[in-house]
């Protein structure tokens, strides 16, 4: 079993939507969670940046940590085209530790 | 922000050769550097972990040999691929972390795109 599971997708929304990704962890010792987005060739750009349990909202993005269910989730509302890209869930027990990613869910938000 | 760059941002070299790829934190210190591979359409892979002044922890699997960390300063990091082979190609992604507290966050490089011929 992977330390961190995430559906690969891919996912394709119309513009507009509610977008819900997700991931799973078997890890009790992640402390910190965090979102990236990955362009086509490009580094990861950070998100969202969470510690421990609970909501963490910035824009249209919403993130949320579930410890007691090993569950992760980033909501995006108002899916824009832009938006389109490859969603990496990441963890790790503190900043200066191994980060631990998530395969990345690709999404398309079709106009 | 924070920000990290890598030079070069690709590379293509011959069979055999050796290629250097450069991290560095631009606006901050970093004691400690991490070097990720990511292979097309599959996650990033830690390698190694670099720390200033002292000698890198390589992930199991990973050839130390082959692939040469040196963390010189607290704003640089280099990743050398010695003999670089066709399956060597890859993503190789750095980060850095800001300081040694543990609610500090890491911050990515753009990536240097290897390709091997």
């Known amino acids: 079993q992977k330390e961190v599971e995430q559906d690969p997708g891919p996912l394709s929304v119309p513009e507009g939507a509610i977008v819900s990704l997700n991931c799973t962890y078997s890890?009790?010792?992640?402390?910190?969670f965090m979102w990236y987005r990955q362009y086509s060739r490009k580094g990861p750009e950070l998100l969202m940046y969470?510690?421990?349990?609970g909501n963490k909202e910035d824009g249209r993005f919403t993130a949320q940590v579930d410890k007691s269910s090993k569950y992760i989730s980033l909501f995006i509302r108002d899916s824009q085209p832009s938006d389109s890209a490859t969603y990496l869930c990441?963890?790790?027990?503190?900043?200066?530790?191994?980060?631990?990613f998530g395969t990345g869910t690709k999404l398309q938000v079709i106009p | 922000g924070a920000v990290v760059s890598q030079h070069p941002s690709r590379v293509i070299c011959k069979s055999g050769t050796s290629v250097k790829i450069e991290c560095r934190s631009l606006?901050?210190?970093?004691?400690?550097m991490f070097w990720y591979r990511q292979f097309p359409k599959q996650s990033l892979m830690l390698m190694a972990t670099?720390?200033?002044?002292?000698?890198?922890?390589?992930e199991q699997g990973v050839e130390k040999d082959k692939f040469l960390i040196n963390h010189a300063s607290l704003t640089l990091s280099t990743l050398t691929v010695t003999s670089a082979h066709p399956e060597d190609s890859s993503f190789y992604i750095c980060?850095?972390?800001?300081?040694?507290?543990?609610?500090?966050?890491?911050?990515f490089g753009p990536g240097t795109r290897l390709t091997v011929l």
């Open positions: 980060s850095a972390v800001e300081g040694a507290g543990a609610s500090n966050e890491q911050f």
């Open positions: 890890n009790s010792a992640f402390q910190y």
């Open positions: 969470t510690y421990s349990s």
């Open positions: 990441a963890m790790n027990p503190g900043g200066y530790q191994k980060v631990t």
């Open positions: 606006d901050f210190q970093a004691t400690t």
């Open positions: 670099s720390n200033e002044g002292s000698k890198a922890t390589y």
